[in-house]
């Protein structure tokens, strides 16, 4: 408790710090706007970005708004931002796996900024099945029998699902099946899997703790059906007019892939709530927070 404490008197100060120079025009166009209002996220149900959108949050509130998080799968986050339900999306992966939303609702949405450089996804195999052989995804078919012909998941209509689809069909693996999952339950299946030295085969992305947290390795993917890109902040259309302050802070706010990883490990593998973790980082790092909102 008393850490807490502590941890919300330093953002506290970091935003009285903020509100000073705010007030005192040293921030070019954002000088003229009083920040007020709600911004409403959507929050797919994946660790990285349940962290990265409370590290936001938190922000926001100090400048002044209220914020709210809405749990839902990312293609209905998407539908939602284009009829001008919600406001924000901060797990854009473009190009590659959200590259069917952007076709779809693209041309009433905000790409508004990249917040995460330099990703990676495809399919991971665990190191002793990558040193049996299987070191790239056309490897796949002459070891049918060991994988039971299963790729595990993670949930129905997500990005890499429909990418995962995509490979099924490139690398002529027809008679595989592609098993609709969690990440949660996904992770436990190769971790099972992985203390009993059973094959299996799983898509995912970087940056993620998998890997920190098991000795997975990526396959080679020769035919590109998996495409490494970058994640952008998406928005509403019209949310630079109604809310200026917030849209200037989102057009700055960008971390590291490391950074990412780092939370996710704390959130999805230590068990930490994503709002302290957030709290946290923000005491931790003033200097980034008024680079972002000034």
Same mark, same amino acid.
């Given at each position: 408790?008393?850490?807490?404490?502590?941890?919300?008197?330093?953002?506290?100060?970091?935003?009285?710090?903020?509100?000073?120079?705010?007030?005192?025009?040293?921030?070019?166009?954002?000088?003229?706007?009083?920040?007020?209002?709600?911004?409403?996220?959507?929050?797919?149900?994946?660790?990285?970005?349940?962290?990265?959108?409370?590290?936001?949050?938190?922000?926001?509130?100090?400048?002044?708004? $209220?914020?709210?998080?809405?749990? !839902?799968?990312?293609?209905?986050?998407?539908?939602?931002?284009?009829?001008?339900?919600?406001?924000?999306?901060?797990?854009?992966?473009?190009?590659?796996?959200?590259?069917?939303?952007?076709?779809?609702?693209?041309?009433?949405?905000?790409?508004?900024?990249?917040?995460?450089?330099?990703?990676?996804?495809?399919?991971?195999?665990?190191?002793?099945?990558?040193?049996?052989?299987?070191?790239?995804?056309?490897?796949?078919?002459?070891?049918?029998? $060991?994988?039971?012909?299963?790729?595990?998941?993670?949930?129905?209509?997500?990005?890499?699902?429909?990418?995962?689809?995509?490979?099924?069909?490139?690398?002529?693996? =027809?008679?595989?099946? !592609?098993?609709?999952?969690?990440?949660?339950?996904?992770?436990?299946?190769?971790?099972?899997?992985? $203390?009993?030295?059973?094959?299996?085969?799983?898509?995912?992305?970087?940056?993620?703790?998998?890997?920190?947290?098991?000795?997975?390795?990526?396959?080679?993917?020769?035919?590109?059906?998996?495409?490494?890109?970058?994640?952008?902040?998406?928005?509403?259309?019209?949310?630079?007019?109604?809310?200026?302050?917030?849209?200037?802070?989102?057009?700055?706010?960008?971390?590291?892939?490391?950074?990412?990883? $780092?939370?996710?490990?704390?959130?999805?593998?230590?068990?930490?709530?994503?709002?302290?973790?957030?709290?946290?980082?923000?005491?931790?790092?003033? =200097?980034?927070?008024?680079?972002?909102?000034?």
């Amino acid at each position: 408790m008393l850490k807490s404490k502590k941890s919300l008197i330093s953002i506290g100060t970091i935003f009285l710090v903020l509100a000073v120079v705010l007030n005192t025009g040293c921030i070019g166009q954002m000088e003229e706007w009083e920040p007020e209002g709600t911004i409403e996220f959507g929050l797919p149900p994946w660790p990285g970005v349940t962290v990265k959108t409370e590290v936001a949050r938190v922000i926001l509130e100090g400048m002044g708004y $209220e914020t709210v998080g809405s749990s !839902l799968d990312v293609g209905i986050v998407y539908g939602e931002m284009a009829e001008g339900n919600i406001d924000v999306l901060l797990a854009s992966w473009l190009p590659g796996l959200h590259t069917p939303y952007i076709d779809e609702f693209g041309d009433r949405l905000d790409l508004v900024h990249i917040n995460m450089p330099l990703t990676w996804d495809g399919l991971v195999v665990p190191r002793y099945v990558y040193e049996a052989g299987v070191q790239s995804i056309d490897d796949l078919p002459d070891y049918a029998d $060991e994988f039971d012909r299963r790729i595990v998941g993670i949930e129905p209509g997500a990005g890499i699902m429909i990418k995962t689809e995509a490979a099924i069909d490139a690398y002529g693996l =027809d008679d595989w099946t !592609l098993v609709s999952s969690s990440a949660p339950a996904q992770l436990a299946e190769l971790d099972a899997a992985i $203390e009993a030295g059973e094959w299996i085969v799983i898509p995912k992305w970087k940056p993620h703790s998998a890997f920190i947290v098991f000795d997975i390795v990526e396959l080679d993917d020769p035919l590109d059906v998996y495409e490494e890109g970058e994640v952008w902040t998406v928005a509403r259309l019209g949310l630079d007019e109604d809310h200026p302050a917030a849209y200037a802070f989102l057009q700055k706010f960008q971390i590291s892939p490391e950074t990412q990883s $780092e939370w996710i490990y704390q959130y999805a593998d230590l068990g930490r709530d994503p709002r302290e973790i957030a709290e946290e980082w923000v005491n931790d790092n003033p =200097d980034k927070v008024i680079e972002w909102t000034t």
